[in-house]
């Protein structure tokens, strides 16, 4: 497609319950970038996919948290025994590739945990 | 350490009057920086990137920065603002490794009549 697709846009979801958030990316996209951004703050680091290399994951919050993606398609990242604490936008970026600086972002899923 | 702070949280204009929002950061190196604009419930989006090349960078809707070495500023203005103008703008710091966007925490912009 045109841009990043994320879904779902939004998720409620009880305390507990495991979530799994979908992104799509630009297609020949090779860099491909989570981010958490809590409720009036700025963008939090999570993940980060290149190619075929291994994932830098030095983001993730806990082991809680993973996220796979194959090849240079899609990515779901996937938090298990969901807590308030991650009520979030989840927001996906794609890259050209990783020193291209054209980052392109879904407009995200906002997950809500009750 | 590398870092990036936005020092104002909240910024209120009056419409047709500059805009300034302000961002410094921290680095041992030449860094790479970039002003995101994110609408109310719409994605990010990039408004202009200083990457080493001019210091005074142009951007979309009439948004400009400069990089200034000396301050360790990337400050982003705009010489008249419009209500379309209104939401949250995020400067953002390209890491060494050039693979972590490192966000502000933001500055919502509010404009009035």
């Known amino acids: 497609g045109a841009g990043v697709s994320q879904s779902p846009s939004n998720k409620v979801t009880e305390k507990g319950k495991d979530v799994e958030l979908r992104c799509d990316p630009i297609s020949g996209h090779t860099a491909l970038y989570w981010y958490r951004q809590r409720l009036g703050q700025g963008l939090e680091f999570l993940i980060y996919?290149?190619?075929?290399?291994?994932?830098?994951k030095s983001g993730l919050p806990s082991d809680r948290f993973s996220a796979e993606r194959t090849g240079e398609s899609v990515s779901t990242l996937t938090i298990q025994r969901t807590q308030q604490e991650d009520s979030a936008v989840y927001l996906c970026a794609s890259s050209l590739t990783e020193r291209n600086y054209g980052y392109t972002f879904g407009s995200g899923t906002r997950l809500t945990v009750v | 350490a590398q870092s990036v702070t936005q020092l104002d949280s909240h910024v209120s204009v009056s419409e047709g009057t500059p805009v300034l929002l302000r961002c410094n950061y921290s680095s041992s190196y030449s860094p790479s920086l970039f002003w995101y604009v994110q609408h109310p419930n719409k994605g990010l989006q990039l408004l202009l990137k200083?990457?080493?090349?001019?210091?005074l960078v142009k951007g979309i809707n009439g948004f400009e920065a400069e990089f200034k070495k000396s301050e360790t500023s990337f400050h982003l203005t705009k010489p008249s603002a419009h209500m379309s103008d209104a939401a949250e703008y995020f400067c953002v710091f390209l890491s060494g490794g050039y693979n972590k966007l490192i966000f502000g925490a933001g500055t919502r912009l509010a404009v009035h009549p």
């Open positions: 200083y990457t080493s090349a001019a210091t």
């Open positions: 996919f290149q190619g075929n290399s291994a994932p830098d």
